[in-house]
């Protein structure tokens, strides 16, 4: 560490990182040799595997086991400490990011900034949708989803017509990506395998899972070849695809929806899944607005070759909310575009020359359809059935973070594709109504935590600082 000139220790440089998801992760995890000190700002004390949410939804994994503790996965990160709150500023000038928790403000100052704040649902300006047809973006939204798969086949067990029956045995998922159609299929796999024998007064196996894209074919992004297979698999275990069918309008229960041919219907279904679309994070608007920066249709920044923002070359922004060269939106284009920013950091505290432009190197995309079922691209090369579905088990394997998940998510694993059942079943009130219930509040929801007068100090900048204060505490 260097000394200023009246010989006591310089103030190592700081890196502030928003968000826990692959970006944020793994971008702090890179920086762990750097002489630097590191704040993590995240809303959620989680890292989340996005990818396997649906899994939670449909009974298969626990959230524990793709959503490990953040302080967990650093806490041997010497360098690093994590903030929970939600970002409300970053001020670019006066380098800061203003985080809050309950009626707490943080303000956290910079060197160097991480912007990985990810992304959300988007319902393409239908916001009001979300009401009766939930994302696949959190925890809280798989285990919302969870209590409404499973809740429609209770309701139907208590239903008494026909009509209200079949009503409560369709599910219709919107969206044929990736996660559309293994929600699909997870969702078909349920209803004929895992409760075929747990009910009484309904056959379970005669639910109606309905795909709809207003797209032309499933899987757009895997091309024409392996996007025909999904569909034929899908119908093969009894999901309805329909394709080129826009949906105009979501109600409690039902849906409707506009066919290529200019004709609307409507659907009876209470429950609904919304898979389609997504939007970058509302701290792109506030960088766009301070540095000049574009904005794509997704809301996201459009940022230099080296991933910075324009104008402001110590701040980094990636994944989700990064525009550049057309790049998707996964994990991968996350994780090493966060790996890309620390190197830079590094690289520029050393004294050393930049990096060439960031460039994402595509590693294959991949999605389950069914058990032993899958489809993967892997450059050139076009995988389906069951050698695609291994390639799909190992690769989640890896990437899941930690041992104990890893391990713990194999087991689950084999009982739900190996046997019938299902590790996570249960569901509660609560996760089906709480979100809407705290939107009914509005304004009137404001929860709060009292603290005594002393408590308003100004927080810690660094982590130093904090083990100082701490000590000095105790």
Do not use: C
Request: charged letters at 20%; hydrophobic letters at 40%; glycine letters at 10%.
């Amino acid at each position: 560490m260097s000394s200023q000139q009246d010989g006591t220790p310089a103030p190592r440089h700081r890196v502030v990182v928003i968000g826990s998801g692959f970006g944020g992760l793994f971008g702090t995890q890179a920086l762990k040799r750097a002489d630097v000190d590191i704040t993590l700002v995240a809303k959620t004390t989680h890292h989340l595997f996005q990818p396997l949410l649906y899994q939670v939804a449909t009974g298969i994994l626990s959230e524990g086991e793709i959503a490990p503790s953040t302080r967990e996965v650093l806490a041997r990160q010497a360098n690093a400490r994590v903030v929970l709150g939600t970002v409300t500023k970053i001020d670019l000038e006066a380098r800061t990011v203003t985080s809050r928790v309950l009626d707490r403000d943080t303000v956290t100052p910079y060197d160097s900034l991480i912007v990985a704040a990810g992304a959300g649902q988007s319902y393409f300006g239908n916001d009001q949708f979300a009401t009766y047809a939930p994302g696949m973006k959190s925890i809280d939204d798989a285990l919302e989803l969870r209590g409404r798969i499973f809740g429609a086949f209770e309701y139907a067990e208590l239903a008494s017509t026909p009509k209200e029956i079949e009503r409560l045995m369709t599910f219709v998922v919107v969206g044929a990506g990736p996660t559309g159609v293994e929600m699909a299929g997870q969702i078909a796999e349920l209803s004929r395998r895992t409760l075929r024998h747990d009910f009484r007064r309904i056959d379970t196996a005669s639910a109606r899972i309905i795909l709809l894209d207003a797209a032309p074919q499933v899987l757009p992004a895997f091309g024409d070849q392996l996007g025909t297979k999904a569909q034929k698999r899908l119908s093969e275990i009894g999901v309805e695809v329909q394709l080129g069918a826009m949906v105009t309008n979501v109600d409690a229960t039902g849906i409707e929806v506009k066919d290529k041919d200019g004709t609307t219907r409507r659907i009876e279904s209470v429950t609904k899944v919304w898979a389609a679309g997504v939007q970058a994070s509302e701290l792109g608007a506030q960088l766009a607005e301070q540095s000049g920066a574009a904005l794509d249709r997704a809301g996201r920044v459009e940022v230099n070759d080296d991933l910075t923002l324009p104008g402001h070359p110590e701040v980094y922004v990636v994944g989700d909310m990064a525009s550049l060269k057309g790049y998707p939106g996964v994990a991968q284009v996350a994780i090493q575009g966060a790996r890309y920013a620390a190197e830079s950091i590094k690289r520029r505290l050393a004294g050393r020359s930049p990096q060439g432009p960031f460039q994402y190197k595509d590693k294959g995309s991949m999605a389950t359809i069914s058990r032993f079922s899958a489809v993967a691209s892997i450059g050139k090369l076009h995988f389906g059935g069951f050698v695609a579905w291994v390639l799909w088990l190992a690769v989640h394997l890896v990437y899941i973070i930690g041992f104990k998940h890893r391990l713990t998510t194999l087991l689950h694993w084999a009982v739900s594709f190996l046997g019938r059942g299902r590790s996570e079943r249960t569901v509660t009130e609560q996760q089906v109504f709480a979100r809407t219930a705290i939107e009914q509040l509005g304004d009137a929801y404001a929860p709060s935590l009292p603290r005594v007068p002393a408590d308003k100090r100004p927080p810690v900048q660094s982590v130093a600082q904090a083990r100082d204060e701490a000590s000095r505490t105790l």
